[in-house]
T-cell receptor
């Protein structure tokens, strides 16, 4: 079956520009996560959705970052007024069950969006 | 504080050699889960194995094996008879029952040359 897909795969933005990154999770998956991966580092948690509810956004680095999942499937991560330090790979992952109750569940990752802010 | 430590930045081996990746974790939870993920050059994180804190039995799955020792908070991963296709970055990750977030180490780059 289809895995997690993300678009665009690459995005170059000028500093100050707004960007929107899309994630299509595996169909039927309840949990959806966004991670930020800086060069040479492991992924860092940004935010978590259970269906359409954003239950945890403690990892979002600033109020310029905003995420939504209005219908409980596709999610969008928006970064306003991009800065050079926002350059990273943004990974989306989904999991079939509610993560809070099932932290043992495997997360399935998409290929990521590589964002470069000039 | 870093909860998952992968001290090896890069390991280079010749094909057919064994490769062991070290992972040390830190948690106060009695219930937690440990994962290994592989990230090939394409960028997608691929799930390899999962272990829960109640099961210290070490297993072998194909060319992969792991050594989970709670006494030393280690969860090491071995690739036997490495192949060029094993070249990737390998991440160890921890999920704590009380915190519910997947926390990754910094990763170990494995380079397998023919």
């Amino acid at each position: 079956g289809a895995g997690v897909s993300q678009s665009p795969r690459y995005k170059v933005a000028k500093r100050g520009q707004d960007v929107a990154l899309r994630c299509d999770p595996i169909s039927g998956h309840v949990s959806l996560f966004w991670y930020q991966q800086a060069l040479g580092q492991g992924p860092e948690f940004l935010t978590y959705f259970q269906n359409e509810a954003q239950l945890d956004k403690s990892g979002l680095p600033s109020d310029r970052f905003f995420a939504e999942r209005p219908e409980g499937s596709v999610s969008t991560l928006k970064i306003q007024r991009t800065q050079q330090e926002d350059s990273a790979v943004y990974l989306c992952a989904s999991s079939p069950l509610e993560w809070w109750e099932n932290p043992q569940e495997t997360q399935y990752f998409g290929p990521g969006t590589r964002l470069l802010v000039l | 504080a870093q909860k998952v430590t992968q001290a090896q930045t890069e390991i280079s081996v010749v094909e057919k050699e064994d490769v062991t990746l070290d992972c040390v974790y830190e948690t106060r939870d009695t219930t937690y889960y440990l994962f290994w993920y592989k990230q090939p050059p394409s960028g997608e994180l691929v799930f390899l194995i999962r272990r829960n804190s109640f099961d210290e039995q070490n297993e072998i799955s194909g060319r992969y094996s792991w050594n989970f020792q709670k006494s030393t908070s280690s969860f090491n991963f071995t690739i036997t008879a490495s192949q060029v296709v094993d070249s990737a970055v390998y991440f160890c990750a921890l999920s704590e029952y009380s915190w519910g977030k997947l926390q990754f180490g910094a990763g170990t780059q494995v380079v397998v040359t023919p």
